[in-house]
């Protein structure tokens, strides 16, 4: 606290993201980044754009990247939004969309987030809750709200929803914007893209941060029609105009292009997950199905704060959220196969440890 500090400032409780330490021999399964590195393209295409060019301005609606999305969704340029980050693409759609008289609505287990955005613009909202197994349901989103925000797959569970949910809820809410959070659909969900053409009040938000391995970099997007868009345009340009760099833009365009790449690496993660699964499963572990670049687990018999610390203890950082109904369930980051196994290793020490 502050005498210095506008009022808003103490009311905020900010996002806590996952820890960012470097310690030797670190295995780091906390932060759902991607094990291998961006496309060698994307980083050559970086270091080009390393000249004297940087003493300009990047243009500030990044056309060149929005063209090279836009062609691959079968949208228009100007059906698609770019930002630093899908976090600041999230942040202008609750200002900008997501605030009305009626609550939002997102579901009770979800990306923590959320929460912290609707207190920063001072909008009600209401937590939805998932089923004993962790699932969303869509038929509990219908009752009377301003809008409706869910990551799908859902965060921090890796549960996907099929592309009828998203069609019914769209259709029970009509009059409502619907942002669906698609941070992790590259490793196992349905984009829900192509619906943006038939529903005016869909907007789709997805990230280079994963799949793209480009979570330095700083590159999200939205796509919907031509009112949604305008809205998250006349956010940013309140707010800072030239959110990405000519460096992040040269960069993306390069990831986005070499789809060889993406595919290549999307598939060891999605294998890697696969190999996980099941060695967690032969630990005693509750491994919800998903469809992300991360597993959601919980031991049958160990606390879930134990097997965090004691995977600390061996230099191996796993994210835990310390609520109900999941205290007991670990978010574990697909790391390379190397680094899954130790993980595995650690956790049977924990699991059957030695006399
Ligand atoms: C990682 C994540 C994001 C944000 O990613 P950026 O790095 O800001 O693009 C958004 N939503 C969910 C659910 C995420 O897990």
């Not at 060019?53 to 059906?79: F, K």
């Amino acid at each position: 606290m502050s005498r210095f500090w506008s009022p808003v400032v103490s009311s905020l409780t900010p996002y806590v993201a996952g820890e960012q330490v470097v310690l030797p021999d670190l295995v780091k399964l906390n932060t759902n980044e991607n094990p291998y590195g961006p496309s060698p393209q994307a980083l050559a295409a970086i270091r080009e754009a390393a000249t004297d060019v940087l003493r300009l301005y990047p243009d500030p609606t990044a056309l060149r990247l929005r063209t090279a999305i836009a062609r691959s969704h079968g949208v228009e340029p100007d059906q698609v939004f770019v930002g630093n980050g899908s976090d600041e693409v999230l942040a202008h759609s609750f200002a900008a969309l997501l605030k009305h008289d009626a609550p939002l609505l997102f579901p009770d287990v979800t990306y923590s987030f959320y929460p912290s955005w609707s207190r920063l613009y001072g909008i009600t909202f209401r937590e939805v809750p998932v089923d004993e197994g962790l699932q969303v349901r869509v038929a509990d989103f219908r009752q009377p709200c301003g809008a409706i925000i869910l990551p799908n797959p859902n965060a921090p569970t890796g549960s996907a929803l099929p592309l009828q949910d998203i069609e019914a809820l769209l259709h029970d809410h009509p009059d409502q914007p619907v942002v669906i959070d698609e941070a992790y659909v590259d490793f196992g969900g349905t984009s829900a893209v192509p619906l943006v053409a038939r529903h005016p009040n869909l907007l789709v938000v997805q990230t280079f941060s994963k799949s793209r391995s480009l979570a330095g970099l700083r590159v999200g997007f939205a796509i919907g029609q031509r009112p949604l868009i305008e809205a998250l345009e006349r956010m940013r340009d309140s707010f800072n105009s030239y959110p990405l760099d000519r460096l992040a833009i040269a960069g993306a365009v390069a990831a986005w292009e070499d789809r060889g790449w993406f595919e290549t690496q999307r598939d060891r993660v999605i294998a890697s997950r696969e190999r996980l699964a099941g060695a967690l499963r032969a630990l005693g572990f509750d491994v919800l199905p998903s469809a992300a670049n991360f597993l959601f687990a919980r031991h049958a018999t160990i606390s879930g704060e134990a097997l965090a610390a004691g995977l600390r203890a061996r230099s191996i950082l796993v994210r835990r959220f310390a609520r109900p109904p999941i205290q007991d369930h670990l978010r574990i980051s697909i790391g390379t196969d190397a680094e899954c196994d130790r993980l595995v290793a650690g956790l049977a020490e924990l699991v059957d440890p030695p006399a």
